[in-house]
């Protein structure tokens, strides 16, 4: 496994060394490739090792001494960074193979006789992950080349260890260890659990498991999330379905501790990335996935969600004979009259795709052949009825959302994965759809937004046998609609084009900076003409270069005037370069000043900087200081000149934003758009990560100066810098990355919906499974 990694590792780092790039990145690239090149093998070998050491015993629970307080002392930085990408890399096992991973936990535990798997077990993700990254900067590696790989190294491994897990639970099961898990008596009550001291708990204050997951059942399917809703009040009339759902002690309980509870990765990830509401809700929609694989490995005869399936040919021809009765239909009404939109109407094409929902899954239980057929058709259907009943999406996209159930039933019998993965393209689609079309108005945006869903649910239908590669491409396809789709509405397309300049400008601004201290280094330059051509001049060159092109006869003339204004308030004992200077000062004065007024400055700041550059020169004529060879003063010009050929392409950072100056330096009126340029605390690195997560067309709720809106994330810059939220009175919010960070930090930026469409329409299945089992292989 291993080897193959590190292999894909450095054939990933080799091809982008070769990629083209400016001279400082290619560098850094071909220095990651020869680092890796030289270490990787000891990378390898030494993770081997930490991997063959033998499991200590399961640590004790006791409480530390006092004494042991003595002994802590700082994390450094290095250290505590390399625990967030360990936590990161388990997480990512955990999200792709938790329900074999349980699986497998239970038979380890069944056959050596242990409550629970050593805190140091090889099979534990965090250990797996930490021996990662502590043998990699042993080996030594560099942290920035992990960061390059980071993703390669999360598929790589996710996919292995489904692959390791799977195979392992196979082996024990053909060994005869647990061939059919029976959650109920692994399920450990503590002795409170069955005082009879205590009165029995109303079955009204019982909270029902399906509703509600803790943060600990995401990270992995908890075997009680099953278990304890059966043995309820069994002995000493006590409920104990809290331990299942909400994490909290009911009634004459102690707090429960699942399996997961007291691990390093829990504790890890909680304290550096689960520090951020997307990472907890992740792990409350794991719980969800988890729940519901678990539902079908143990109540499911022949139900294996790591192998490709094919349905039955009966159910094959059913789903085929009900897809071309809905195309047959979907002609027959394009070929009728053509009707205006009413709400009450497509209100009536929600009921009737509610009804033909129910009889659709009828017809195809019927003709299910085995018990894995009906319980995804029955669960299929269940998620899309949640759908359907969801009225923030407006009824005329609901109809198409019901269209999709065949198409994801062929997917769900044929993946099973779909059942137990976040990350299948068919829920991503459908969560995608979901999360824009969630208090969509149609007045506002016209049909466009409808128009895509119907274009994606008919590509959807055209092909049928492709499975999950067509969800996949429709799924690229209407994240680049999203992109362009919100950026393009009315006053947000004009807020947008601001915010694209503003970038460009305040980029081009740090970029010419540099490139300006690089030139003057080696050169004796007056510090007041430092001052001007670093905090001035380089913003005029970028405001120009912006408005009319790096090498439009404006801009050039301008960056001319750098070159000029650097000979001229060098030494001049020549008396004949002092009478060039002199000849030409009324122009290159006029010049200054027209930049200046480019950028907005008013006349008396304008004059108290030329009274600056004025007297400098006038020092000039009595320095003795070394004079600049003219031919270092054309190389300058010459550089200047194609300035954009030697720009740095790294991240620049945040840049300043002033409101009061957008309308002077871009020329655009910005009455309708609110910048953001403060507020929050210092975001973590965590926050940063989240925010550059964010997906166009989601929705937010924004306290901003006390005043709550309800806004939809339009847009981001091409760097992340910028981010745009446009709210429904035509008011645009336009925030930087950090600051938004900052914000979401402080609970000042809220997603509306904490929850996936598909997440949501699941939990929802669960409880009604929960309420009537029998309908699952009814």
């Keep these: 496994m291993l080897p193959g990694l590190a292999k894909t590792i450095g054939d990933t780092l080799a091809e982008l060394a070769s990629r083209p790039g400016n001279a400082r990145e290619m560098q850094d690239l071909r220095d990651a490739l020869l680092a890796y090149q030289k270490n990787s093998s000891a990378w390898v070998q030494g993770t081997l090792r930490a ?48 329900w074999e991973l349980n699986d497998l936990r239970l038979r ?72 059919e898990i029976d959650l109920r008596p692994l399920v450990r009550r503590t002795p409170s659990a069955v005082n009879t001291g205590r009165p029995a708990s109303p079955p009204d204050s019982v909270e029902n498991p399906a509703e509600k997951t803790d943060a600990n059942a995401g990270m992995a399917s908890s075997p009680n999330a099953l278990g304890t809703r059966n043995i309820s009040g069994a002995e000493g009339g006590t409920s104990t379905t809290a331990v299942a759902g909400s994490g909290e002690p009911g009634p004459g309980q102690t707090p429960a501790r699942s399996w997961w509870s007291g691990n390093a990765a829990q504790d890890d990830a909680r304290m550096q990335t689960a520090t951020t509401p997307l990472a907890r809700v992740r792990m409350r929609a794991q719980g969800v996935m988890g729940r519901l694989k678990q539902l079908l490995t143990s109540r499911v005869e022949g139900f294996d969600a790591a192998k490709i399936q094919q349905a039955s040919p009966r159910l094959e021809q059913a789903i085929s004979r009900l897809q071309q009765r809905a195309e047959e239909e979907e002609s027959a009404e394009r070929s009728g009259p053509a009707e205006e939109f009413d709400l009450a109407h497509a209100q009536t094409q929600v009921d009737q795709a509610m009804q033909g929902l129910r009889q659709r899954t009828s017809v195809l239980k019927q003709a299910a ?16 009825q949640s759908i359907l009943a969801e009225d923030r999406i407006p009824p005329q996209i609901r109809v198409w959302f019901a269209r999709l159930q065949m198409p994801v039933l062929r997917v769900a019998i044929a993946e099973p994965e779909f059942f137990g993965s976040l990350q299948h393209p068919a829920r991503q689609l459908i969560d995608r759809m979901g999360s824009c079309a969630l208090g969509f108005d149609v007045t506002v945006a016209g049909n466009v937004l409808e128009s895509e869903i119907r274009r994606v649910v008919q590509v959807i239908e055209q092909y049928p046998e492709t499975g999950r590669r067509v969800f996949q491409l429709v799924y690229e396809e209407f994240d680049k609609f999203l992109s362009r789709f919100f950026a393009e509405q009315g006053s947000v397309a004009r807020a947008v084009s601001l915010a694209q300049q503003l970038e460009q400008k305040e980029t081009m601004t740090i970029q010419y900076t540099i490139e300006m201290r690089t030139m003057l280094n080696d050169m004796s330059v007056r510090d007041e003409i430092r001052e001007f051509l670093f905090r001035i001049w380089a913003e005029v060159l970028a405001l120009t270069a912006m408005k009319n092109g790096p090498q439009h006869a404006q801009t050039l003339l301008l960056k001319q005037a750098a070159a000029d204004l650097v000979w001229s308030a060098s030494a001049k004992p020549n008396r004949i370069d002092r009478t060039r200077v002199i000849a ?89 758009i609110e910048v953001i340029g403060d507020g929050g605390s210092q975001p973590t690195d965590a926050m940063c990560a989240w925010a550059r997560e964010l997906q166009p067309g989601s929705w937010y709720n924004l306290d901003h100066n006390g005043k709550v809106s309800h806004v939809q994330f339009a847009w981001c810059s091409e760097r992340k810098q910028l981010h745009l939220f446009a709210a429904a009175d035509g008011r645009s919010f336009l925030i930087q990355m950090r600051r938004l960070a900052a914000y979401l930090q402080a609970g000042l930026l809220v997603p509306t919906e904490e929850e996936t469409l598909t997440v949501r329409a699941t939990r929802d299945a669960l409880a009604k499974l929960d309420a009537n089992p029998e309908r699952l292989l009814g």
């Excluded at 004494?67 to 625990?83: F, I, P, Q, T």
């Design 51 to 98: 991997w063959s050491k033998t499991a200590p015993p399961p640590a004790t629970t006791s409480t530390p001494a006092l004494s042991d307080l003595g002994k802590m002392e700082l994390v450094g930085n290095e250290a505590v960074e390399d625990r967030i990408l360990a936590s990161r890399l388990a997480l990512r096992l955990l999200d792709f193979a938790s």
């Design 584 to 672: 030409a000062l009324p122009r290159q004065l006029q010049l200054l000043r027209q930049g200046m007024t480019l950028l907005g400055l008013d006349l008396p700041a304008q004059d108290a900087q030329l009274k600056i550059i004025s007297d400098t020169l006038a020092d000039a004529f009595m320095s003795k200081t070394a004079v600049i060879p003219l031919e270092k003063i054309e190389a300058m010009a010459r550089r200047l000149t194609n300035l954009e050929d030697y720009l740095s392409e790294q991240d620049v950072g945040d840049f300043p934003l002033d409101a009061d100056s957008l309308v002077t330096m871009i020329g655009i009126d910005a009455a309708n």
């Design 369 to 384: 052949s085995t018990s894995a057929e009906k319980a995804t058709i029955e669960i299929v259907a269940l998620m899309f």
């Design 108 to 179: 380890i535990q069944s056959l050596e006789g242990l409550p629970e798997l050593s805190r140091q077990d090889i099979f534990r993700p965090e250990v797996i992950a930490q021996d990662l990254v502590e043998q990699w900067k042993r080996a030594p590696l560099p942290q920035s080349v992990w960061l390059l790989v980071q993703d390669i190294v999360h598929k790589g491994m996710a996919a292995q260890m489904l692959e390791i897990y799977h195979a392992t639970n196979e082996f024990l099961i053909s060994n005869g260890v647990m061939a």
